[in-house]
């Protein structure tokens, strides 16, 4: 008994239509990456604006919360090199502050009358919008890519990045 194997020719129309659907699915995956490049980078952006001074912040001191309104605070700012002349008004975010009367260790943003939060406390604070990026990326590596492995890890380091911040700010 002999067998003969035969292969069939697909077209050229159907073999021209199957690469271009390869090619479609390719640039798709590389469009979705992209996406979740540009959320983390613009998650990264905003926390080092607030992370940033609170971490290598020049101007260091204290802050006594003196008054709160909307969703900021505002008092006292004593630098910690001094304070005779320097002491001025500044500004803080109500999630930070705490209560009226509170003593807080600031850093001055540069070229603003804004204070952030120094210590583990103010540098993850300012980490919360990369967090943030990091589970919106996950939903895009879920949804989009279906990379669901990859995707709930970068969802949970998103989220315990969010939580842990969170944490140390009401202790």
């Known amino acids: ?4 194997t035969s292969t069939v020719k697909r077209s050229r129309t159907r073999r021209a239509g199957e690469s271009a659907f390869g090619m479609l699915l390719l640039v798709r995956n590389i469009v979705l990456l992209l996406v979740c490049l540009l959320v983390l980078a613009g998650g990264a952006w905003t926390s080092w604006k607030t992370a940033g001074p609170a971490l290598t912040g020049d101007e260091r001191g204290t802050v006594r919360v003196t008054r709160c309104v909307a969703d900021e605070c505002s008092g006292t700012f ?13 500004k803080v975010a109500e999630s930070v502050s705490g209560v009226v009367g509170e003593r807080l260790q600031v850093a ?5 009358k804004e204070a952030v ?6 540098a993850l604070y300012g980490a919360v919008p990369f967090g943030g990026a990091l589970m919106l990326a996950a939903l ?9 492995g990859t995707a709930l890890v970068v969802g949970l380091l998103g989220a315990a990045l969010t939580m842990t911040s969170w944490a140390l700010l009401t202790f």
């Open 1 to 4: 008994m002999s067998s003969s």
């Open 78 to 90: 004593r630098p910690a090199s001094g304070g005779g002349p320097d002491v001025r008004r500044v």
């Open 108 to 112: 001055l943003v540069p070229g603003s």
């Open 117 to 122: 939060r120094t210590g583990p406390a103010g």
């Open 140 to 148: 895009v590596l879920w949804l989009g890519l279906r990379w669901r």
